[in-house]
């Protein structure tokens, strides 16, 4: 199990942070021929590129965080989708997962202020005690992003309207926790 893409978004649905951390390999058979062109894809942004303080990510991602959207405001709307915020303690931000596309998992965690994480990952044939422990490892990657998106608004240079995430500090550990998920098979 890999995380492919984040996404922290905003009580207003607002994208603060886009993050594609593996380009789609295999995407196409061949990948100089897109929709019947002989060009090749264009290759990703490199990390340090922004786009309004935004990092970019591929037109998939960006669907299946809007895919991830409508679900949790499914599950967040009146009865009887609601269930997942009466759960106690730090269970409750954890909203678990939100649906499957394709060879992708959509995950997602919301703060007390709203603001939503969405962690996408690949897709592999679990058995039932190792998808709950991937899950519980999920679960802790996302805590610790949040954690580390609390520490990026508590920078006493950052303007109090902004809540969008341009920190070299965030992205170097934000990247530090991923390749520790990644190579660890999700054990944080």
């Given at each position: 199990m890999?995380?492919v893409?984040?996404?922290?978004?905003?009580?207003?649905?607002?994208?603060?942070y886009?993050r594609?951390?593996?380009?789609?390999?295999?995407?196409?058979?061949?990948e100089?021929?897109l929709?019947?062109?002989?060009?090749?894809l264009?290759?990703?942004?490199?990390?340090?590129t922004?786009r309004?303080g935004?990092?970019?990510?591929?037109?998939?991602?960006?669907?299946?965080?809007?895919?991830?959207?409508?679900?949790f405001?499914?599950?967040?709307?009146?009865?009887?989708?609601?269930?997942?915020?009466?759960?106690?303690?730090?269970?409750?931000?954890?909203?678990?997962?939100?649906?499957?596309?394709?060879?992708?998992r959509?995950?997602?965690?919301?703060?007390?202020?709203k603001?939503?994480?969405?962690l996408?990952v690949?897709d592999?044939a679990?058995?039932?005690?190792?998808?709950?422990?991937?899950?519980?490892?999920?679960?802790?990657?996302?805590?610790?992003?949040h954690?580390?998106?609390v520490?990026?608004?508590l920078?006493?240079f950052?303007?109090?309207?902004?809540?969008?995430?341009?920190?070299?500090?965030?992205?170097?550990?934000?990247?530090?926790?991923?390749?520790?998920?990644?190579?660890s098979?999700g054990m944080?």
């Amino acid at each position: 199990m890999a995380a492919v893409s984040l996404a922290i978004v905003g009580k207003s649905n607002q994208p603060l942070y886009l993050r594609e951390f593996v380009p789609e390999v295999g995407a196409f058979p061949d990948e100089s021929v897109l929709f019947g062109l002989s060009q090749s894809l264009p290759p990703l942004p490199p990390p340090s590129t922004f786009r309004n303080g935004i990092f970019q990510c591929s037109l998939k991602q960006e669907f299946l965080l809007h895919a991830a959207l409508d679900r949790f405001e499914e599950l967040s709307g009146p009865p009887p989708g609601y269930g997942w915020r009466n759960r106690p303690g730090a269970d409750g931000m954890f909203m678990g997962l939100l649906g499957v596309v394709d060879e992708l998992r959509i995950y997602g965690y919301c703060t007390t202020t709203k603001i939503k994480f969405f962690l996408i990952v690949d897709d592999e044939a679990l058995s039932k005690q190792q998808q709950k422990n991937a899950d519980e490892d999920i679960k802790n990657l996302l805590k610790s992003l949040h954690q580390l998106y609390v520490e990026d608004l508590l920078n006493p240079f950052k303007s109090l309207d902004d809540l969008t995430v341009l920190s070299k500090r965030f992205e170097a550990q934000l990247m530090n926790y991923i390749a520790a998920f990644n190579q660890s098979e999700g054990m944080i």
